[in-house]
């Protein structure tokens, strides 16, 4: 089973920056993503950001220009550089992993890692 754990959330001034982290161990078959979500307080958990084996990335409209994933296929590991913040970016941030077992594509979820801008 994988083991996902984020690191690097925190409270910010609105204009500030983060940088969350996120390292997959334990039993990991191929990686096809990795990726970041979000969820705000009373709303549903929503796509922040992903990146492809291949390094193909994908953003939500509200944080492109702003954030820029990165990830490292070798170490398992995928990052976040979040800047610009806004009070909007507040929320649990999850780490996400997709992988190839056989024939089936199966998600993973980290534990979450809370993010506060205040304004």
């Known amino acids: 089973q994988v083991h996902l754990v984020e690191s690097g959330g925190g409270l910010v001034q609105a204009g500030g920056s983060l940088r969350l982290s996120c390292s997959a161990s334990g039993r990991i078959f191929r990686i096809n993503a990795m990726g970041w979500y979000r969820q705000a307080p009373g709303k549903q958990r929503d796509l922040v950001a992903t990146i492809t084996s291949g390094g193909s990335t994908d953003y939500a409209d509200s944080v492109k220009g702003r954030f820029t994933i990165s990830g490292d296929n070798a170490k398992n590991t995928v990052s976040l550089q979040m800047n610009s913040l806004k009070p909007d970016d507040t929320g649990i941030y999850y780490c996400?992993?997709?992988?190839?077992?056989?024939?089936?594509?199966?998600?993973?979820w980290g534990q979450g890692t809370q993010v506060t801008v205040s304004s």
């Open positions: 996400y992993v997709n992988q190839q077992i056989g024939g089936l594509r199966a998600g993973s």
